[in-house]
């Protein structure tokens, strides 16, 4: 959950409660619990003891909490569909016209059994319902239709939450004010969203088309039968490939500067991964226009190296045009994300692989420092050791004494069983995280 503490259990079958929140007077639920471990506030530990076998709870709407007069600071437990969120209840009052910051609209959702507020609802819609509590800003999930997240936003009031913010605003300035947000908001989400209406699926679309026609020039620019095209205002066709590079560069510049008018943070803004992205892969071609122009002008050989220089490293550059496609791949994101939730075990793999390297690198050295000149340093040894762990193997290095090989092979041995054994527990988080986001 987002900032909030979230318990997954396996509650077993819901059974058919219909609609989202109707309960009928009473619902009948079974859960199995085990022993849980939630977090409070101050970075204490409490461990909840359940029964492991199968418990049936009675859920009432009219059971009240046996303390239902609270501080701001207690704990409160809310139960979506089998996962527990954890939060104060000062996070939740500061919405008195919602129905988790309303003391009486909350009131019937407690269960004594669970000593929790159980709603039957969307789970991946309520870790950003909490987080619209936590935070006092919208962030919609990932893969989940919106249509769905609108009902569950009404079920718990953040509707009327924005009707009576709205209603605050009185005088003329502060309407226009809201409706040059609105005009901003309408077109970020023409940008980002390309469900929100056919003209934003077609210019994600046309983005998409330029993306491929970019990448396809930076390829065949490689060619040699090809480059001069590219590169000297002499060629039969440089003229009509500058003007078609021209117009693409001018989308993506367009896209880019709307993007940062209408994003709704500025700061924010360059936090994003993709729009950092955006700008190195649209930064080469006007650093190239200039380099040009002061190469051009003038006969001095520093100025030439330099300019050689420069546009060298802008067609470096020009390569991250390819990543602009994660933007509109869903599954694609969804991999980052689970990527990124799975970095602590890839730092660790990193860790012990400069270990590992290190290591058995400096011993091969001693090994075969005395009769082998390919292994003369300790740094074209961990080059032999990653080369011989990874099992590629490029034959340009090898042991030649009986010892040294005999050490090879318990490297090449231990290396494989090395590298199986934190990838496991990487593609086990991986998997997880992917499947949960795709839900």
Not at 300 to 315: A, F, I, K
């Given at each position: 959950a987002m900032g909030g503490i979230s318990n997954n259990h396996d509650h077993g079958n819901h059974g058919n409660h219909g609609n989202y929140g109707d309960y009928g007077g009473r619902d009948h639920v079974t859960h199995k619990l085990s022993s849980e471990n939630v977090c409070t506030g101050d970075g204490n530990t409490k461990l909840r003891e359940y029964q492991d076998s199968a418990l049936s709870v009675d859920i009432y709407k009219n059971d009240e909490p046996a303390n239902h007069t609270s501080s701001d600071d207690d704990l409160v437990t809310i139960n979506v569909s089998g996962t527990e969120f954890v939060t104060t209840y000062s996070c939740l009052n500061r919405y008195p016209n919602t129905l988790l910051g309303s003391e009486e609209q909350r009131k019937p959702y407690f269960s004594a059994k669970l000593n929790a507020y159980y709603f039957n609802r969307h789970r991946p819609c309520f870790d950003s319902i909490l987080h619209f509590y936590q935070t006092g800003k919208e962030a919609p999930p990932l893969n989940v239709d919106p249509d769905v997240y609108a009902k569950e936003k009404e079920f718990f009031g953040l509707k009327?939450?924005?009707?009576?913010?709205?209603?605050?605003?009185?005088?003329?300035?502060?309407?226009?004010?809201?409706?040059?947000?609105?005009?901003?908001?309408?077109?970020?989400?023409?940008?980002?969203?390309?469900?929100?209406?056919?003209?934003?699926?077609?210019?994600?679309?046309?983005?998409i088309f330029f993306?491929?026609?970019?990448?396809?020039f930076l390829i065949i620019e490689s060619e040699p039968d090809f480059t001069e095209q590219f590169t000297s205002n002499k060629a039969k066709y440089f003229y009509v490939l500058f003007s078609i590079n021209c117009v693409i560069m001018g989308f993506f510049t367009f896209d880019f500067v709307i993007r940062l008018l209408t994003w709704p943070n500025p700061i924010d803004f360059w936090k994003n991964f993709f729009n950092v992205l955006d700008i190195?892969?649209?930064?080469?071609?006007?650093?190239?226009?200039?380099?040009?122009?002061?190469?051009?002008?003038?006969?001095?050989?520093?100025?030439?190296?330099?300019?050689?220089?420069?546009?060298?490293?802008?067609?470096?550059?020009?390569?991250?045009?390819?990543?602009?496609?994660?933007?509109?791949?869903?599954?694609?994101?969804?991999?980052?994300?689970?990527?990124?939730?799975?970095?602590?075990e890839l730092v660790l793999l990193v860790l012990l692989l400069f270990i590992f390297v290190i290591t058995f690198g400096s011993i091969m050295y001693y090994i075969e420092s005395g009769s082998n000149n390919n292994f003369n340093s300790i740094m074209k040894s961990c080059w032999w050791v990653i080369v011989t762990i990874t099992t590629v193997g490029y034959g340009d290095m090898y042991p030649e004494s009986v010892g040294g090989k005999f050490f090879g092979a318990f490297?090449?041995?231990?290396?494989?069983?090395?590298?199986?054994?934190?990838?496991?527990?990487?593609?086990?988080?991986?998997?997880?995280?992917y499947e949960r986001e795709k839900m």
């Open positions: 009327r939450e924005r009707e009576e913010k709205n209603k605050i605003i009185t005088n003329e300035e502060e309407l226009r004010g809201s409706c040059i947000k609105h005009t901003r908001m309408k077109i970020h989400q023409f940008l980002q969203d390309p469900r929100s209406s056919q003209p934003a699926a077609f210019w994600h679309g046309l983005d993306i491929c026609i970019s990448i396809c190195l892969s649209i930064m080469p071609f006007y650093v190239g226009l200039l380099a040009n122009g002061v190469g051009s002008g003038g006969e001095d050989s520093g100025v030439s190296t330099q300019h050689y220089v420069v546009l060298r490293v802008c067609r470096i550059f020009r390569i991250v045009r390819i990543f602009k496609f994660v933007r509109h791949s869903r599954d694609l994101l969804i991999i980052m994300k689970a990527v990124s939730n799975a970095k602590r490297v090449l041995t231990l290396g494989i069983v090395f590298l199986a054994l934190p990838m496991t527990i990487i593609v086990s988080k991986f998997s997880f995280v």
